[in-house]
């Protein structure tokens, strides 16, 4: 019977319900929202892991 039960979490979201689209503050590119940042995707800042790495630099990427 648990099962039968649908479970309702309202710390999620979903994909209709987000901003898609955010701006990278390193490489300055657009970047979509990916199911993997679904529970944290407020606080997704950088478009991948080469920008995550290069906060501490300036602008050389783009």
């Known amino acids: 019977m648990g099962s039968l039960i649908k ?3 309202s710390s999620r979201q979903t994909k209709s319900e987000i901003n898609l689209t955010k701006n ?3 490489c300055l590119k657009n970047f979509q929202w990916r ?3 679904s529970k944290d995707w407020e606080n997704v800042i950088y478009c991948s892991e080469r ?12």
């Open 7 to 9: 479970r309702q979490d």
């Open 24 to 26: 990278c503050p390193i």
């Open 35 to 37: 199911k993997k940042w």
């Open 51 to 62: 920008c995550r790495r290069g906060k501490n630099q300036t602008n050389n990427i783009a």
